[in-house]
């Protein structure tokens, strides 16, 4: 496998765990425009851990879900009273805040970025990738991911059967929260340099764009997403100019005749029952 | 010193005044985010830009931003808005995202990535008054707000038009009561608030006298801000909340330095979406849940 | 009565200075299959509403078994013992009919349990829902989108989404509004059942005729105000309650 490909590979699995972070969000009805906030937020606090502190990676990472987690339901907790458009344009602005916080946040070189961070693997960004992803799709096989089911199909009547929706809409926050610290944490020891731009709106909405172009009600959808997002360009090159805008179309396509996007749960029953019966 | 940022501070009011109204025309309407408003701006921005280097007047410029930001804004409800309308908020705001994503990117193509420049020779007079400076396209822009405040607020309180309209701000289930006459009563409001859009666009062009194809994020996100903080279902709340942020920007880069600015704008907003989410200037609360 | 199961006292909201509920007094014993009727816009659904925490109430107290539960939040609400369904029927539109039996339990096992696969984790509650699955025949629909079903079938499934919460009190907002002779029937008989199983039920009806082969005591609400109560032979006898409902169809 050649360098690049390798790089895009690790692209798209940093990316699979930022479209996880918003899948998981998203999974109790609400809309995080501001995951790249979370991303950046993981992405500083590993690579400050493991340059300043020689903290080892790994530890760093899980150093830095447990932080974002944290911040994520705290942040999460006012949110409770906002709704749909109104949450929505809330993280937009708490994006906002968090990438103009790290603008100005000298000790790690504001605006001019931070580096020093150890280069690391495809295969390590992919075991964590693998590995969450993997323990997502048990989750959605839980009693919490019923919870959360409730909560976005019908938050007041998931309220009213005895769902403490409270907890419910927190906790995924917090969890999503995590996820996106790990996908920044990973970004910042694969790309060896991180700069606010990196975290900012237009990083939130990648995340987004990969979980609904690759489908909303399933986990796998992030990962079809995020492959999309990344090696489709690679497939568009006599087209580079435009992909961006192919990726546009696309959205709006699939919004319009597919709007759970590529993957949901019948055609996951349809790709699987076929292989068993051949 | 503090007059001239002051009066610095109301030009880059004006235009977050006028792209917040643009914003709310569609929100306090329909109940949506419009996200490609913020490139709506940037392509009037670009046509206007086109037409006063190609030689002809202001007046055709603002027209022609304006123009092809409204045939633009009529696709996006065409194509984004009407298929989805029944749809959860959420989706057609993304759709809407779609098209800000061609947009950005066709500019890209068009115009380049690099920030385009005015000559000189444009717009650059300078009036004092006492100790104030004000440019020729200041003051445009001043005189210009208030006369496109004054239209709309014109269309929207005067016209039969604009009653419908504010009849189904009030209550958005009465569009669906409407019946055919909503579909026209949406795209009424695509289409001045695309219009909107595109003028402001051209205005901030060339008072600037510099643009980029990633102007539209920049002001966009901060005229939803802008929008947020006046009251989303309260159109009149830009013309406040607008100058408002303008001034608290201009005074924060002049006294605080350049980059705080943001986070102070953006904090207000979460902090007027938690605790008013009427917006400063009241009204109906618009978050209250649903009831069983 | 103050084995009383569930208990009211002067329970009163108002919406906006319009006194939706004045001073509600009554109570629930157990056991028994209790019904609120009175004409539209009598006050029943808030009357609800208040009892399951989805409004607070402006005044008065609502106990269950002695316990003060006015002012807790609903989920405490439902797993103190109280689940209920809506009138118009509240269906997760993205589950099927064994998801719905499942969502509903009690937490009974730990909190890592619940992030486990229910396959692995929950025995004891995919043993609830089938037991509860069977009791209103609905095996058969076990893997359909609740949704998707007809309008009776989706009345059954949110009553045994409600019966797998193990509820004390089973409240039921207009069982079988919309629905033919034969399904009203048919619910009526699993109502029995189920109080023959030890649950107490509080309905809202509509239907006079239903209530009154059905419930063992009726309170009648008019304009958010008690206006009689008894055992169903009294209300119907009962010169008020004629007015209240005979004055409005007319």
């Given at each position: 496998?050649?360098?690049?490909?390798?790089?895009?590979?690790?692209?798209?699995?940093?990316?699979?765990?930022?479209?996880?972070?918003?899948?998981?969000?998203?999974?109790?009805?609400?809309?995080?425009?501001?995951?790249?906030?979370?991303?950046?937020?993981?992405?500083?606090?590993?690579?400050?851990?493991?340059?300043?502190?020689?903290?080892?990676?790994?530890?760093?990472?899980?150093?830095?879900?447990?932080?974002?987690?944290?911040?994520?339901?705290?942040?999460?907790?006012?949110?409770?009273?906002?709704?749909?458009?109104?949450?929505?344009?809330?993280?937009?602005?708490?994006?906002?805040?968090?990438?103009?916080?790290?603008?100005?946040?000298?000790?790690?070189?504001?605006?001019?970025?931070?580096?020093?961070?150890?280069?690391?693997?495809?295969?390590?960004?992919?075991?964590?990738?693998?590995?969450?992803?993997?323990?997502?799709?048990?989750?959605?096989?839980?009693?919490?991911?019923?919870?959360?089911?409730?909560?976005?199909?019908?938050?007041?009547?998931?309220?009213?059967?005895?769902?403490?929706?409270?907890?419910?809409?927190?906790?995924?926050?917090?969890?999503?929260?995590?996820?996106?610290?790990?996908?920044?944490?990973?970004?910042?020891?694969?790309?060896?340099?991180?700069?606010?731009?990196?975290?900012?709106?237009?990083?939130?909405?990648?995340?987004?764009?990969?979980?609904?172009?690759?489908?909303?009600?399933?986990?796998?959808?992030?990962?079809?997403?995020?492959?999309?997002?990344?090696?489709?360009?690679?497939?568009?090159?006599?087209?580079?100019?435009?992909?961006?805008?192919?990726?546009?179309?696309?959205?709006?396509?699939?919004?319009?005749?597919?709007?759970?996007?590529?993957?949901?749960?019948?055609?996951?029953r349809t790709l699987t029952f076929r292989r068993a019966a051949a | 010193m503090?007059?001239?940022?002051?009066?610095?501070?109301?030009?880059?009011?004006?235009?977050?005044?006028?792209?917040?109204?643009?914003?709310?025309?569609?929100?306090?309407?329909?109940?949506?985010?419009?996200?490609?408003?913020?490139?709506?701006?940037?392509?009037?921005?670009?046509?206007?830009?086109?037409?006063?280097?190609?030689?002809?007047?202001?007046?055709?410029?603002?027209?022609?931003?304006?123009?092809?930001?409204?045939?633009?804004?009529?696709?996006?409800?065409?194509?984004?808005?009407?298929?989805?309308?029944?749809?959860?908020?959420?989706?057609?705001?993304?759709?809407?995202?779609?098209?800000?994503?061609?947009?950005?990117?066709?500019?890209?193509?068009?115009?380049?990535?690099?920030?385009?420049?005015?000559?000189?020779?444009?717009?650059?007079?300078?009036?004092?008054?006492?100790?104030?400076?004000?440019?020729?396209?200041?003051?445009?822009?001043?005189?210009?707000?208030?006369?496109?405040?004054?239209?709309?607020?014109?269309?929207?309180?005067?016209?039969?038009?604009?009653?419908?309209?504010?009849?189904?701000?009030?209550?958005?289930?009465?569009?669906?009561?409407?019946?055919?006459?909503?579909?026209?009563?949406?795209?009424?409001?695509?289409?001045?608030?695309?219009?909107?859009?595109?003028?402001?666009?051209?205005?901030?062009?060339?008072?600037?006298?510099?643009?980029?194809?990633?102007?539209?994020?920049?002001?966009?996100?901060?005229?939803?801000?802008?929008?947020?903080?006046?009251?989303?279902?309260?159109?009149?709340?830009?013309?406040?909340?607008?100058?408002?942020?303008?001034?608290?920007?201009?005074?924060?880069?002049?006294?605080?330095?350049?980059?705080?600015?943001?986070?102070?704008?953006?904090?207000?907003?979460?902090?007027?979406?938690?605790?008013?989410?009427?917006?400063?200037?009241?009204?109906?609360?618009?978050?209250?849940?649903?009831?069983? | 009565?103050?084995?009383?199961?569930?208990?009211?006292?002067?329970?009163?909201?108002?919406?906006?200075?319009?006194?939706?509920?004045?001073?509600?007094?009554?109570?629930?014993?157990?056991?028994?299959?209790?019904?609120?009727?009175?004409?539209?816009?009598?006050?029943?659904?808030?009357?609800?509403?208040?009892?399951?925490?989805?409004?607070?109430?402006?005044?008065?107290?609502?106990?269950?078994?002695?316990?003060?539960?006015?002012?807790?939040?609903?989920?405490?609400?439902?797993?103190?013992?109280?689940?209920?369904?809506f009138q118009n029927i509240r269906l997760f539109g993205s589950m099927t009919?064994?998801?719905?039996?499942?969502?509903?339990?009690?937490?009974?096992?730990?909190?890592?349990?619940?992030?486990?696969?229910?396959?692995?984790?929950?025995?004891?509650?995919?043993?609830?829902?089938?037991?509860?699955?069977?009791?209103?025949?609905?095996?058969?629909?076990?893997?359909?989108?609740?949704?998707?079903?007809?309008?009776?079938?989706?009345?059954?499934?949110?009553?045994?989404?409600?019966?797998?919460?193990?509820?004390?009190?089973?409240?039921?907002?207009?069982?079988?509004?919309?629905?033919?002779?034969?399904?009203?029937?048919?619910?009526?008989?699993?109502?029995?059942?189920?109080?023959?199983?030890?649950?107490?039920?509080?309905?809202?009806?509509?239907?006079?005729?239903?209530?009154?082969?059905?419930?063992?005591?009726?309170?009648?609400?008019?304009?958010?105000?008690?206006?009689?109560?008894?055992?169903?032979?009294?209300?119907?006898?009962?010169?008020?309650?004629?007015?209240?409902?005979?004055?409005?169809?007319?």
């Open positions: 496998m050649s360098t690049y490909y390798a790089s895009l590979l690790a692209e798209s699995g940093i990316l699979l765990l930022g479209a996880l972070s918003v899948y998981i969000i998203l999974a109790t009805g609400q809309l995080s425009l501001g995951n790249g906030a979370f991303m950046g937020i993981g992405a500083y606090l590993s690579s400050y851990l493991t340059v300043a502190l020689n903290v080892p990676l790994t530890l760093a990472l899980v150093i830095s879900a447990i932080a974002a987690g944290i911040i994520g339901a705290i942040v999460a907790f006012p949110a409770l009273r906002l709704k749909g458009i109104y949450l929505a344009m809330a993280t937009v602005g708490f994006g906002e805040m968090v990438r103009s916080f790290f603008l100005n946040f000298d000790a790690m070189g504001g605006s001019g970025g931070y580096r020093g961070m150890q280069h690391i693997s495809v295969g390590y960004v992919w075991l964590w990738a693998g590995g969450i992803l993997i323990a997502v799709m048990l989750l959605e096989r839980s009693r919490v991911w019923l919870e959360m089911q409730a909560v976005h199909d019908d938050e007041t009547a998931a309220g009213l059967i005895g769902l403490n929706t409270t907890v419910t809409k927190i906790g995924a926050f917090g969890v999503g929260a995590a996820v996106a610290a790990i996908s920044g944490g990973l970004f910042a020891h694969h790309n060896v340099y991180i700069e606010p731009a990196n975290f900012g709106f237009d990083r939130s909405i990648e995340f987004v764009l990969a979980v609904i172009l690759g489908g909303s009600t399933v986990g796998p959808g992030s990962l079809v997403g995020s492959l999309l997002l990344v090696f489709l360009p690679e497939f568009l090159r006599p087209i580079a100019d435009w992909r961006l805008a192919a990726f546009g179309t696309l959205l709006i396509v699939v919004l319009l005749v597919r709007r759970q996007g590529i993957l949901d749960r019948s055609l996951i | 503090l007059i001239q940022q002051l009066v610095n501070g109301l030009t880059l009011g004006a235009v977050y005044t006028l792209l917040a109204l643009s914003f709310s025309l569609v929100m306090g309407i329909l109940g949506i985010l419009n996200l490609a408003i913020a490139e709506l701006f940037m392509i009037g921005g670009y046509l206007g830009f086109t037409l006063i280097t190609a030689g002809f007047p202001l007046p055709v410029a603002v027209l022609g931003g304006m123009l092809g930001a409204a045939v633009i804004a009529i696709a996006i409800e065409k194509i984004g808005y009407q298929p989805l309308r029944d749809a959860p908020l959420v989706t057609p705001m993304l759709s809407t995202l779609g098209f800000s994503i061609i947009l950005q990117n066709v500019a890209t193509n068009i115009w380049g990535s690099d920030p385009a420049q005015l000559p000189d020779e444009y717009f650059g007079k300078q009036y004092a008054f006492g100790p104030v400076n004000i440019g020729e396209m200041q003051l445009i822009v001043l005189v210009a707000t208030v006369v496109l405040v004054a239209l709309v607020a014109y269309i929207v309180q005067k016209t039969p038009m604009g009653r419908a309209l504010r009849a189904v701000a009030e209550n958005r289930e009465v569009a669906r009561i409407l019946g055919v006459s909503a579909d026209r009563l949406t795209m009424l409001a695509f289409i001045l608030s695309g219009s909107l859009a595109g003028v402001a666009g051209v205005l901030i062009a060339l008072h600037y006298g510099t643009i980029t194809p990633y102007l539209g994020v920049e002001i966009g996100l901060k005229a939803i801000a802008v929008m947020v903080i006046g009251g989303t279902r309260q159109i009149w709340g830009a013309l406040v909340a607008g100058p408002l942020i303008g001034i608290a920007e201009v005074l924060t880069v002049a006294y605080g330095g350049s980059q705080v600015r943001d986070f102070v704008v953006y904090g207000f907003m979460i902090l007027i979406l938690l605790l008013r989410p009427q917006g400063l200037l009241g009204g109906a609360r618009s978050d209250q849940g649903q009831r069983v | 009565m103050s084995n009383a199961l569930l208990q009211l006292t002067g329970v009163t909201k108002t919406f906006g200075g319009i006194h939706a509920l004045s001073g509600m007094v009554c109570e629930v014993p157990e056991g028994k299959i209790v019904g609120v009727i009175g004409p539209n816009g009598a006050g029943k659904t808030t009357l609800f509403n208040t009892i399951t925490g989805a409004y607070r109430a402006d005044a008065g107290e609502v106990k269950l078994k002695g316990v003060d539960v006015t002012q807790w939040p609903s989920y405490r609400i439902v797993r103190e013992g109280i689940a209920r369904t009919v064994w998801e719905h039996l499942l969502v509903a339990q009690p937490h009974s096992e730990s909190a890592w349990r619940r992030l486990l696969p229910i396959a692995w984790a929950n025995p004891a509650a995919q043993e609830r829902a089938e037991e509860v699955m069977a009791f209103f025949g609905l095996t058969e629909l076990r893997d359909r989108p609740a949704k998707s079903l007809p309008y009776g079938i989706q009345r059954k499934v949110e009553m045994a989404r409600a019966v797998t919460a193990r509820p004390k009190l089973l409240l039921l907002d207009e069982p079988v509004a919309g629905m033919n002779h034969d399904e009203a029937e048919e619910i009526r008989a699993l109502m029995i059942r189920l109080r023959d199983t030890g649950l107490t039920i509080l309905l809202i009806e509509h239907d006079m005729n239903f209530v009154m082969r059905l419930c063992d005591y009726l309170y009648v609400l008019d304009f958010g105000v008690l206006i009689a109560e008894g055992r169903p032979e009294e209300v119907r006898a009962n010169p008020v309650v004629l007015d209240a409902y005979l004055g409005k169809d007319s």
